[in-house]
């Protein structure tokens, strides 16, 4: 495919930009060093390849193509590497006060630098960052001026803008937002989902998009929809360029006529990942008319996003980019073929209809799984049943909001009429996400990455062997052999289906769940979203009602965006810098939000939560950390039972016997050290059945504390780690206080069954010798 010639140099660019762009320190070098091995690469090959030219083609010349190819990939990876090398050195975290153009109108958001300490960056000098946190109200195009927090991420700035003047938008600008809030208002009175979406569908304003239709449109990857992009791109081009030509306009004036609907439609929608890659891929294949030169598709995807990288280099880590680019690629190399392969026993409409979403899931599988390790398998009929809708919503929403501050009443009968394919998206989303087995689990990264990057391997190399149909089919092999390997933790699992407590597998971190009778409180989430989300997975776990983050530890809070958009109250200690962020982004997802004082308690369902720690104002950190007991209904009320006399490996009684009469069934401890463990043995602590081992068994204990609680099983959330984490002392304490240590870097995810007769535990992986056999 001669399109290949430029796309796999620009994947080899990326995929470099990518891999360095965290370590700011190495550009520079990087820089020079691909400079010279571009230069070299293309060298040699040139010189082999003349050699070669006389005769016939040999494997050799495949090498010397290979090394033209790595050689040209270098090449294009040093002008990106030097772009984020210049945004690196930039240093805003030096300006006293910083000049932004705000690209948003609610943080997080896009904006530029364009100026420091008052004075004007010029315009190749701007820089683009994102605004984490303002006071003041935001408006797209404004300006705003101030002093903020800058800090370096890989090739992005992060700001965060305590005090923030914002002024008018300019000209440029202000036309948008009456048209963005006109829209709004005339779909305003629109009933259900289909209202909350239709603007969302439109132009991708989703600020009425509640966090239950939001996290239906992800699992059933109907998210693409609200995610302005190429098709909506397609639309609006497409129409001016045809209108500029029924009024006779000639081929220079239709283009610019295109160029300039263009450049409104990214101001009206926002400059969002997926709009800038649709937008510079439209542009340049305008350009491509002004010339009269044509290129391919994929020839023009990979010009697309080398521009881009070249611009914002702080894209090449942005999931949402990848996502634009790889599902573009996917429509484009096997859209076409995958609809000929389903055309055999499909009709070809039908056929055609299908193949859209499985070639863009396919592409998009090795992100999709790296951001939550679950496989949607209702997307494809998500897609087949929404898409269709899809365009109607688009052109009659688009076209209402246009009409929405000259004609009102106008606007509002658009908005019926486009509410009624926006609400069947919306039915379509909600119901498919209730189907049984609608998200299976899949491998956490890395493997989850891998797995799904040999899928796409294997439909590539088929499909450039002429033997597609035979490619899926083995991609399809290996899926179901990979989902099957992921899914029979909570296959096995089933032998203990009335376990109360479970300690997730989350490396080394601590994340500890609690169920009584659908009611669901999760203490803490690790350090990685996929991790914690597979274990969700594993205990079949939809939504927290009760999420507590004993402190912003990034290996206690680090999971916590695999909550948003699914936690009712979110309970935690006291505030830091690192915890702001956390908090906004869980209370955007629909949470209340409540901070713990010792004495709190909530209650959720039958299950009673009540805050142990802290004591008064203490600095945020290890000994500021909330500390809850966790009392449920007696075993007989909760149904407990039934799961004795199993014999598998991974299940078995713990300890020598039941906890202390009338003992709640769990103390979590957080990060406590052995000073802030003494001050809260004497306000008090409760004998409880299970306790989760304070600071991942560091050797920093109380023992008397572990001895006042007596749990006859210790939880010890921890993985690989340089802290000698856990340590013997620790491990001996929870034993000479009468209870058995249960590890996770032992046993995996461990789930426990608590009842009048004792603890019962079933482990992920086979038992130690600590937990086994019958009980």
Partial sequence: MRDLRLALPVAIAWATLAALSPHASLLGAATV????????????????????????????????????????????????????????ASRLDECESVTLLLLGETTPTEVLVTGCDGAALPAIGARSAMLLRAEAPLAIGGTG??????????????????????????????????????????????????????????????????????????????????????????????????????????????????????????????????????????????????????????????????????????????????????????????????????????????????????????????????????????????????????????IVGLVACLAAPLAPAVAVALAWVAWLPAAWIAHVALVAQQLPAAQLPWPAPPWGVVAASAMLALVAVAHARRRLARGVAAALVLALVVGLGAAWPAIRLGALADWRIAQCDVGQGSATL???????VLVDAGREPPLVQRCLDVLGVERVDLFVLTHFDVDHSGGSPALVGRTGLLVHGPLDERAV???????????????????????????????????????????????????????????AGGAGGADGAGRGAVGGGAAAPGA???????????????????????????????????????????????AVAGLVGVGPNDYGHPTEASLRIVREAGGMPLRTDELGTIALAVDASGVRAWSERPASAGVGGPP
């Fill in 581 to 639: 962020p956390v908090v906004e982004a869980l209370a955007a997802g629909g949470a209340a939000t409540a901070e713990a004082r010792r004495g709190d308690a909530w209650q959720v369902g039958a299950i009673r939560v009540e805050a142990l720690w802290p004591v008064g104002d203490l600095e945020p950190g290890n000994d500021a950390s909330v500390a809850v007991s966790i009392d449920l209904p007696d075993a007989a009320a909760g149904g």
């Fill in 145 to 394: 001026v101030g002093a903020c927090d800058a800090w370096l991420d890989g090739s992005r700035w992060l700001l965060a803008c305590a005090e923030l003047e914002v002024a008018e938008p300019d000209a440029w600008a202000s036309w948008a937002a009456p048209l963005r809030d006109g829209l709004l208002h005339a779909s305003a009175q629109l009933p259900g989902a289909g209202g909350e979406l239709l603007p969302g569908l439109a132009i991708g304003d989703e600020r009425r998009v509640s966090a239950q239709l939001r996290t239906a449109m992800l699992d059933t990857g109907l998210s693409h929809l609200t995610a302005v992009s190429g098709a909506n791109c397609v639309i609006v081009v497409g129409a001016a360029f045809q209108a500029a030509a029924a009024l006779g306009a000639r081929r220079g004036l239709r283009v610019a006529s295109a160029a300039a609907a263009l450049v409104a439609f990214v101001i009206l929608v926002t400059p969002e990942p997926s709009v800038v890659r649709a937008a510079t891929m439209a542009a340049i294949g305008l350009l491509g008319i002004v010339t009269g030169r044509r290129a391919g598709a994929l020839a023009l995807l990979s010009l697309a996003v080398l521009v881009v990288l070249a611009v914002q280099p702080q894209l090449a880590t942005s999931a949402g980019f990848a996502l634009s680019a790889l599902a573009t690629s996917g429509l484009i190399v096997h859209g076409r073929s995958i609809a000929g392969v389903l055309a055999r026993w499909l009709p070809m409409p039908l056929a055609a209809l299908v193949a859209v979403p499985v070639a863009a899931q396919l592409w998009c599988l090795p992100v999709l799984v790296a951001l939550d390790a679950r496989v949607s398998v209702v997307s494809v009929l998500a897609n087949l049943l929404a898409g269709p809708a899809a365009p109607a919503v688009t």
């Fill in 33 to 88: 060093g691909a400079a010279a091995i571009g230069l070299a690469g293309l060298l040699v090959a040139q010189v082999l390849g003349r050699r070669g030219a006389a005769g016939a083609p040999s494997p050799a010349s495949a090498h010397f193509a290979g090394m033209r190819t790595l050689a040209l990939g270098a090449a294009l990876a040093c002008p990106l590497l030097a772009g984020a090398d210049a945004v690196a």
């Fill in 514 to 520: 609690v169920r009584h009778a659908g009611a669901v």
């Fill in 664 to 710: 709640l069934e769990l103390v979590v401890l957080g990060d406590l050290g052995a000073e802030s463990q003494s001050r809260l043995l004497r306000a008090g602590v409760p004998a409880a059945a299970v306790v989760v081992v304070a600071h991942h068994g560091s050797a920093d204990q109380l023992p008397a504390l572990y001895r006042e609680i007596g």
